[in-house]
């Protein structure tokens, strides 16, 4: 985005031949200086082409970069979004329209969007109803794999064993995948959540073959992942004593 919209256009038309290779038309890059509407008419040809449209907007951008994304380019999923929670109109709307936000923790603390993960909103969000997901941003700029972020955000937020379950279940409702696959992914993980820790996993092949088969590599990933974290979730005594230690606001990035 930090690039014009002649650029853009030269990208799309680029990308064009090999349509079958993706889904989505995305907008990327440092947010500040740089509106949605700045795209406008490069994602109205991508919508036209038969594209789903994504973009990062309210990550170091204002709450006024998330509206613009949503009325303007017509998306259908928020990158990052975290400062939505700023603005009280537009978290009811992404609440009301179940709106995916793919929530990276480990970069919002790099970019400094919040200091330190213990004042990460994501959990506060999520008990708001917010559809967000974790997600890993560029692994090697911001210092892990989809994983890291979830251990990192589980260990600072002190995140039960349900709300991690409820995070991947989210991103797998947040894909553009066909419904069947969702379906059969939200089943691996349900029955990932009969179990009682890591160790039962690993020793239940039956059922790790299972998920496999039903949802593919790319569900038994994020079932797994939600398996290790789960094992070092949080128990009620430490939640209860982060819940009252929360700090309320994160720190914005100045403009």
Same mark, same amino acid.
């Given at each position: 985005?930090?690039?014009?919209?002649?650029?853009?256009?030269?990208?799309?038309?680029?990308?064009?031949?090999?349509?079958?290779?993706?889904?989505?038309?995305?907008?990327?890059?440092?947010?500040?200086?740089?509106?949605?509407?700045?795209?406008?008419?490069?994602?109205?040809?991508?919508?036209?082409?038969?594209?789903?449209?994504?973009?990062?907007?309210?990550?170091?951008?204002?709450?006024?970069?998330?509206?613009?994304?949503?009325?303007?380019?017509?998306?259908?999923?928020?990158?990052?979004?975290?400062?939505?929670i700023e603005d009280e109109?537009?978290?009811?709307?992404?609440?009301?329209?179940?709106?995916?936000?793919?929530?990276?923790?480990?970069?919002?603390?790099?970019?400094?969007?919040?200091?330190?993960?213990?004042?990460?909103?994501?959990?506060?969000?999520?008990?708001?109803?917010?559809?967000?997901?974790?997600?890993?941003?560029?692994?090697?700029?911001?210092?892990?794999?989809?994983?890291?972020?979830?251990?990192?955000?589980?260990? @600072?937020? !002190? &995140?039960?064993?349900?709300?991690?379950?409820? +995070?991947? %279940?989210?991103?797998?409702?947040?894909?553009? *995948?066909? $419904?069947?696959?969702?379906?059969?992914?939200?089943?691996?993980?349900?029955?990932?959540?009969?179990l009682t820790g890591l160790?039962?996993?690993i020793l239940d092949w039956?059922?790790?073959?299972?998920?496999?088969?039903?949802?593919? @590599?790319? !569900? &038994?990933?994020?079932?797994?992942?939600?398996? +290790?974290? %789960?094992?070092?979730?949080?128990?009620?005594? *430490?939640? $209860?004593?982060?819940?009252?230690?929360?700090?309320?606001?994160?720190?914005?990035?100045?403009?």
């Amino acid at each position: 985005r930090h690039l014009s919209e002649e650029q853009a256009q030269k990208t799309l038309d680029q990308a064009l031949p090999f349509r079958d290779a993706f889904v989505a038309v995305g907008l990327d890059s440092s947010e500040m200086g740089h509106p949605p509407s700045k795209f406008q008419r490069v994602f109205d040809r991508a919508r036209a082409e038969g594209f789903v449209a994504v973009a990062h907007a309210g990550e170091e951008g204002p709450p006024e970069y998330i509206w613009e994304a949503l009325d303007l380019l017509k998306i259908q999923r928020i990158g990052h979004g975290v400062r939505a929670i700023e603005d009280e109109r537009l978290m009811q709307r992404i609440i009301d329209e179940q709106i995916p936000l793919t929530v990276c923790p480990l970069s919002n603390t790099k970019l400094r969007v919040f200091d330190h993960m213990s004042q990460h909103n994501i959990l506060d969000m999520l008990e708001r109803g917010v559809k967000v997901t974790v997600n890993s941003d560029d692994p090697a700029y911001f210092g892990g794999y989809i994983n890291a972020n979830f251990i990192a955000s589980s260990d @600072a937020l !002190a &995140l039960t064993r349900d709300e991690l379950a409820q +995070l991947a %279940a989210n991103s797998f409702e947040a894909s553009f *995948a066909p $419904a069947a696959d969702q379906a059969r992914w939200l089943a691996g993980l349900g029955a990932l959540q009969l179990l009682t820790g890591l160790s039962n996993v690993i020793l239940d092949w039956p059922l790790v073959a299972a998920v496999l088969h039903t949802g593919g @590599a790319a !569900a &038994l990933v994020v079932v797994l992942t939600w398996a +290790l974290v %789960a094992s070092r979730s949080a128990t009620a005594e *430490a939640r $209860a004593a982060h819940v009252q230690a929360r700090q309320p606001a994160a720190k914005r990035v100045s403009a």
